[in-house]
């Protein structure tokens, strides 16, 4: 199994409040991606990350913020969480070239109450 | 923009019919071409994949053709199995202008019946 480790695996917490999800590899891959995963909507990437230092927005970007200190460290967070933002969230990882592939955490279920 | 659209399921079949679920795709520049299945409860994982035009990606008995002229990967396998029952994703990566965006379509569900 890739090294890729999500945490936590569960969090409820209330509205506004302010919460950071982490992201871990032991496998130095170049890419981290952040996703959110919502029933009719598929996976829809927040941000990702093409070095250290180096992010970018995806589709459904507003609302959350990352950061990635170091190549193994991918964190995402909700400066103040909103119902919407109620969802399963997966990090995956990829190394570099076209065609390689992505692997995937177990995912984190975080409910804004 | 960059893009990936699948056929809306769930897709209901009984064990040993032939599957087809479809996908077609919009991006600049090359993309590759990539399928990942869900199980209940568990992460992604790569089914199959094709870096460029006219490449045939197949693994487990699933096989996708990767056409450029048609923007389409669409997934098929000739005998469904109640173990294939998931969730399956299309997927894409366009490596130029983008850093390496990888984009997932909404999600196809198959349910195979005994």
């Known amino acids: 199994d890739a090294g890729i480790t999500q945490s936590p695996r569960h969090k409820v917490t209330e509205t506004g409040t302010p919460v950071t999800l982490r992201c871990h590899q032991t496998e130095n891959h170049r890419y981290m991606y952040w996703y959110r995963q919502d029933p009719g909507h598929g996976l829809r990437l927040i941000h990702y990350s093409y070095g250290v230092k180096d992010t970018d927005k995806g589709e459904v970007s507003d609302g959350y913020s990352v950061s990635r200190s170091k190549t193994e460290d991918f964190l995402l967070t909700l400066e103040s969480a909103t119902s919407s933002q109620t969802s399963v969230y997966f990090c995956a990882i990829r190394d570099r070239g076209g065609g390689t592939e992505a692997f995937f955490g177990q995912g984190t279920r975080l409910t804004v109450v | 923009g960059n893009s990936v659209t699948q056929m809306e399921g769930p897709v209901t079949l009984s064990e040993e019919a032939f599957l087809t679920i479809n996908c077609t795709y919009t991006a600049t520049g090359y993309p590759s071409l990539f399928w990942y299945v869900q199980y209940p409860g568990e992460g992604l994982q790569l089914l199959l994949k094709?870096?460029?035009?006219?490449d045939k990606g197949s693994n487990k008995g699933f096989e996708a053709t990767y056409r450029k002229e048609t923007t389409s990967f669409h997934l098929e396998k000739g005998s469904v199995q109640v173990s294939d029952s998931a969730v399956y994703f299309c997927a894409l990566i366009i490596l130029y202008n983008q850093g390496g965006k990888l984009i997932f379509g909404q999600g196809t569900e198959l349910s195979v019946k005994p």
């Open positions: 094709a870096t460029k035009a006219d």
